[in-house]
């Protein structure tokens, strides 16, 4: 029994770390999930892989595609499907707005991170991207060395 409750977190927090990397952000928004009921356990114990997840508008929804979330271990045959699309719960306003938005060349609506709000409810951030350049992460990559240099000289 007490190795459920150390398994089961309050409090998630998984990042896309590479997004950070490979795009830059141009606006971030918070959205809830449509899920099944294992589904939430498994996000639970942190079983959930975002760094392929990408966001699709179709007829004015907008769907999660590739996010794995891991099949709960204590489950049943009513298991859910790791790969399976999820539908992303935002106001009509800001789906308007995204959906106008991500039109443009080169724009993308990615999952930055997923976690479990105040009230229990699984969401998701999601942010309107823009593919970065080689240039521009080699910039990044030069401004965190020389931020990491900096902080072990004490300045």
């Given at each position: 029994?007490?190795?459920d409750k150390d398994r089961i977190q309050k409090h998630v927090n998984i990042v896309n770390r590479?997004?950070?990397?490979?795009?830059?952000?141009?606006?971030?928004?918070?959205?809830?999930?449509?899920?099944?009921?294992?589904?939430?356990?498994?996000?639970?114990?942190?079983?959930?892989?975002?760094?392929?997840?990408?966001?699709?508008?179709?007829?004015?929804?907008?769907?999660?595609?590739?996010?794995?979330?891991?099949?709960?271990?204590?489950?049943?045959?009513?298991?859910?499907?790791?790969?399976?699309?999820?539908?992303?719960?935002?106001?009509?306003?800001?789906?308007?707005?995204?959906?106008?938005?991500?039109?443009?060349?080169?724009?993308?609506?990615?999952?930055?991170?997923?976690?479990?709000?105040?009230?229990?409810?699984?969401?998701?951030?999601?942010?309107?991207?823009?593919?970065?350049?080689?240039?521009?992460?080699?910039?990044?990559?030069?401004?965190?060395?020389?931020?990491?240099?900096?902080?072990?000289?004490?300045?």
């Open positions: 029994m007490a190795k590479k997004a950070s990397f490979e795009y830059q952000f141009i606006d971030k928004y918070t959205a809830g999930m449509m899920l099944k009921g294992t589904e939430i356990k498994s996000i639970r114990e942190g079983k959930v892989n975002i760094g392929e997840g990408y966001c699709v508008f179709q007829r004015g929804e907008l769907w999660l595609y590739n996010v794995h979330i891991a099949p709960y271990t204590e489950g049943t045959h009513f298991n859910h499907e790791p790969l399976r699309p999820r539908k992303l719960l935002m106001n009509k306003r800001e789906l308007r707005r995204l959906e106008s938005d991500s039109q443009e060349q080169g724009i993308t609506v990615i999952p930055t991170r997923i976690f479990i709000s105040d009230r229990g409810f699984a969401k998701v951030e999601i942010a309107l991207a823009k593919g970065k350049k080689l240039y521009d992460k080699r910039q990044d990559i030069k401004e965190k060395d020389v931020k990491r240099e900096m902080d072990r000289a004490g300045y």
